[in-house]
Nanobody, 123 residues
């Protein structure tokens, strides 16, 4: 079975850090753009950060620029989201997803999704 599995979420204080991982099984991530998305209670799912298949291009939603970094290790079939200086408004379920094309970091362009990992930022 094809799977994307997110891990690394948890409870952290404001200003803290987490690193999320997205590991693929049953297929290789080499030829896919990867996105991290999040959905907070009562809000629409939004693109947080996306990375091209080679890692040569990235983008970020304005609210996380300078705080979050997306990266990938194709040899490990894994993509990461390093989250620093976390804020309460970052609280959400975070999902990774894949796309066969590189474009805007928008939900409709991503075709296959993981189950998500909860990130809670509170004092």
């Amino acid at each position: 079975q094809l799977q994307l599995v997110e891990s690394g979420g948890g409870l952290v204080q404001p200003g803290g850090s987490l690193r999320l991982s997205c590991a693929a099984s049953g297929f290789t991530l080499d030829y896919y753009a990867i996105g991290w998305f999040r959905q907070a209670p009562g809000k629409e799912r939004e693109g947080v950060s996306c990375i091209s298949s080679t890692g040569g291009s990235t983008n970020y939603v304005d609210s996380v620029k300078g705080r979050f970094t997306i990266s990938r290790d194709n040899a490990k079939n894994t993509v990461y989201l390093q989250m620093n200086s976390l804020k309460p408004e970052d609280t959400a379920v975070y999902y990774c997803a894949v796309s066969r094309i590189w474009g805007l970091c928008l939900v409709p362009l991503y075709n296959y999704w993981g189950q998500g990992t909860q990130v809670t930022v509170s004092s």
